[in-house]
C-alpha cells in the first residue's frame, strides 16, 4: 500500500525497484516462458494491473533486466584507451565482475538461462552493440600487446574466460558450495577467488604493469 506522504516520483521508482528485484527472482528461476506477470506481481507485492502499468508488458520488462545486466558487466571495460594501465584495466574488470556475481547472482542467472535456450531475446543486440563493443576492446587489447605490455594472446577468447570465470561464481554457486561444503560463498571466499583469477589471468597473459 502506497505512503500519501510520498511523492508521487517516489512511490513510482520504489515499485519499479520492487518490481525489477521481483522478476529477476522470477525469471531468473523460470525462464522467460515458465515466468508469468502474474507471479512477479505476487513477488513484489503489488497487484497485476500496477506491475503492467510500470513496465508495460513481460517482454519489456524481461528486456530491461538482461539489458541492464550487460550494461553492469560491461561498464569497467566501456572507457579504457591504450594509454591505461592493461594490468590496472585487467584485474578492475574481474574484481568488478566478481562482485558483481556476490551482489547480483540472479541477473547473472537470468542471463545464463537467456543463453541457454539460444539467446532468442539477444541475438539482434550479440549481432550488433555487444559485437561492436567486444571488436573495440580488443583493438586496445592488440595494442597493449604491440607495445610489450601483455602476450599476443587472442583478446576475443580472453574477455569470453574473464565472463565465464567469473560468472560461473553466481551461476553455479550450488556446486562450489557442495564440494567445498558451505552453505554460501563468504566475502572472504570472493575475494580469495578474485585474488586467484587476478593471478592466473593477469599472468597468463604475460601482463606488465606499464
Not at 36 to 52: D, H, R, W
Not at 78 to 99: C, H, Q, Y
Not at 167 to 176: G, T
Not at 181 to 208: N, Y
Request: aromatic fraction near 10%; hydrophobic fraction near 40%.
Amino acid at each position: 500500500m502506497s505512503d500519501p506522504n510520498l511523492p508521487e516520483a517516489t512511490v513510482r521508482e520504489r515499485n519499479l525497484q520492487r518490481i525489477l528485484e521481483a522478476a529477476e527472482g522470477v525469471f531468473a528461476r523460470h525462464g522467460y516462458r515458465g515466468a508469468s506477470i502474474q507471479a512477479i506481481a505476487a513477488a513484489a507485492g503489488l497487484p497485476k494491473s500496477n506491475v503492467l502499468y510500470y513496465v508495460g508488458s513481460k517482454r519489456k520488462l524481461y528486456m530491461t533486466l538482461l539489458e541492464r545486466t550487460m550494461q553492469r558487466w560491461n561498464t569497467a571495460l566501456s572507457d579504457i584507451t591504450v594509454d591505461d594501465d592493461p594490468a590496472s584495466v585487467l584485474e578492475g574488470f574481474i574484481r568488478s565482475k566478481m562482485r558483481l556475481s556476490q551482489t547480483h547472482p540472479l541477473s547473472s542467472r537470468l542471463f545464463a538461462n537467456e543463453i541457454l535456450q539460444g539467446a532468442p531475446f539477444l541475438q539482434a543486440s550479440l549481432r550488433g552493440d555487444m559485437r561492436e563493443w567486444v571488436e573495440s576492446r580488443t583493438k586496445i587489447f592488440r595494442l597493449w600487446a604491440d607495445q610489450g605490455l601483455m602476450d599476443p594472446v587472442d583478446p576475443v577468447w580472453l574477455i569470453f574466460l574473464i565472463w565465464s570465470a567469473t560468472q560461473h561464481y553466481a551461476d553455479f554457486e550450488a556446486q562450489i558450495t557442495g564440494i567445498t561444503d558451505r552453505t554460501r560463498l563468504s566475502d572472504r571466499d570472493f575475494a580469495s577467488a578474485s585474488d586467484f583469477l587476478c593471478q592466473v589471468i593477469l599472468k597468463g597473459c604475460g601482463v606488465k604493469a606499464r
